[in-house]
Every structure is written in C-alpha cells, then in structure tokens.
C-alpha cells in the first residue's frame, strides 16, 4: 500500500485549491447519478488531513437523495474538486475527485467498482 503524501488540487478556473494528505491505493468510481454523470474517481481522507486554500467563497453546496453528502461544487467554472461527508460513526471525511489533484496520472489507477446507485 502506498503511503499517504501531501497533493494539492482544485477546480478547472484555479478559483478553489486545497491540499490534502492522501493515498491512491483506493480510488472509487461510483455508479451513483451524480459520481456517473460527472466522470467522479474519488479517494478519501479524514477532514483533519485538508485545507481548504482557497475559494471558499467561490463554492456552493448540491445535495440529493438522503443528502449525506456535500458536493461542493465551484460557481465559476462548475468543477466539484472535492465533497464533505461523515462515515457511519459520525466521523468527517473529504471525498476528493482524483482527477482535480495536480500531477496524477488517471491512466495509472485502476478504481473499484462501488454500487452506490443501490444505496
């Protein structure tokens, strides 16, 4: 398994950066309406592992279904780089969209399948 480093990221316009303290060894590609629709691989980290740089003034929040997740999404340029979300025991978790962080190579990863349009 890869160690966790430091990778910085953000929309399309650059209006919204951040970093976050993650691995790939676990990159998602969900089937849910809105991870198909937008294309979304996602890795996820503790809420304590990112900042937000900048752009917070820049993003607007999209909820659906059982609205436990945050898609914030920038309203310049429409990119969600990133969601805020909690795990079942309460604890807050980052979902970031692998690719909106900087240097990674997609075609290197090889995401898991998860079912979220059953959930």
């Known amino acids: 398994m890869s160690e966790p480093e430091m990778r910085q990221g953000g929309c399309h316009c650059g209006k919204v950066r951040y970093e976050v303290k993650t691995d790939l060894a676990r990159v998602i590609a969900c089937n849910c309406s809105i991870c198909a629709k937008h294309g979304l691989w996602l890795t996820f980290a503790p809420a304590s592992e990112f900042k937000l740089l900048s752009g917070a003034d820049m993003l607007k929040d999209y909820q659906f279904a059982k609205k436990n997740v945050h898609h914030l999404f920038c309203s310049?340029?429409?990119?969600?780089?990133?969601g805020r979300g909690a795990k079942p025991?309460?604890?807050?978790?980052?979902?970031?969209?692998?690719?909106c962080l900087d240097g990674v190579d997609i075609?290197?990863?090889?995401?898991?399948?998860?079912?979220?349009?059953?959930?």
């Not at 025991?89 to 690719?99: F, H, K, L, P, Y």
């Not at 075609?107 to 959930?119: H, Q, R, Y």
């Open 89 to 99: 025991d309460g604890t807050e978790m980052i979902a970031v969209n692998v690719r």
């Open 76 to 82: 310049a340029c429409g990119v969600e780089s990133f």
């Open 107 to 119: 075609s290197s990863l090889t995401p898991t399948p998860f079912d979220g349009k059953s959930l």
